[in-house]
T-cell receptor
Framework: TQLLEQSPQFLSIQEGENLTVYCNSS?????LQWYRQEPGEGPVLLVT?????EVKKLKRLTFQFGDARKDSSLHITAAQTGDTGLYLC??????????FGAGTTVTVRA | DSGVTQTPKHLITATGQRVTLRCSPR?????VYWYQQSLDQGLQFLIQ???????AKGNILERFSAQQFPDLHSELNLSSLELGDSALYFC???FGHGTEAFFGQGTRLTVV
């Protein structure tokens, strides 16, 4: 079982639409990170959130960390085909482990 | 380019064999993480080293072992290989705890 549950598992949308990916856990994390992975490549860090309730924006991407530091969301506005990829959340626990969710595969159609 | 180097990129070997995967972290990074990624299991944390010492352990089999050397490069040893060990193995590095991890491009292991 995954320590971090991501939903949905798959998401296919039209270019220009908005989407939200969720990352939930029953555990508290000292920090939470979001990565994007393309086929055959390693995950690439998008953002790290540390404070409960924190919101970070990266161009069209908005990341939110839950108040209790157990969950997070990633919202993409006006998706582009270049946003296609596997989105992974990862939480660092107090014992230094960085655990990943199973990921959400996002496909943006032209 | 993340600055993390993994070798080899691809490895094909037979069941029962032993292989060693190598990782060179980004310059200045003290932590090295190893992950296994397969289609049905996602990205699974195996083990973490910090400045030469084991810091955290995940779902690492007893047939697998790792170490981090004084120059901070790390090796993951996989022995008595089984078909189910076929996967992508990623190494990541970070400066310390709670800091961003940067991933290498992975080693694709195929056990036949």
């Amino acid at each position: 079982t995954q320590l971090l549950e991501q939903s949905p598992q798959f998401l296919s949308i039209q270019e220009g639409e908005n989407l939200t990916v969720y990352c939930n856990s029953s555990s508290v994390f000292s920090s939470l990170q979001w990565y994007r992975q393309e086929p055959g490549e390693g995950p690439v860090l998008l953002v790290t959130v540390v404070t409960g309730g924190e919101v970070k924006k990266l161009k069209r991407l908005t990341f939110q960390f839950g108040d209790a530091r157990k969950d997070s969301s990633l919202h993409i506005t006006a998706a582009q085909t270049g946003d296609t990829g596997l989105y992974l959340c990862a939480g660092e626990s107090n014992d230094y482990k960085l655990s990943f969710g199973a990921g959400t595969t996002v496909t943006v159609r032209a | 380019d993340s600055g993390v180097t993994q070798t080899p990129k691809h490895l094909i070997t037979a069941t029962g064999q032993r292989v060693t995967l190598r990782c060179s972290p980004r310059s200045g990074d003290l932590s090295v993480y190893w992950y296994q990624q397969s289609l049905d299991q996602g990205l699974q944390f195996l083990i973490q080293y910090y400045n030469g010492e084991e810091r955290a352990k995940g779902n690492i089999l007893e047939r697998f072992s790792a170490q981090q050397f004084p120059d901070l490069h790390s090796e993951l040893n996989l022995s008595s290989l089984e078909l189910g060990d076929s996967a992508l193995y990623f190494c990541a590095s970070s400066f310390g705890h709670g800091t961003e991890a940067f991933f290498g491009q992975g080693t694709r292991l195929t056990v036949v």
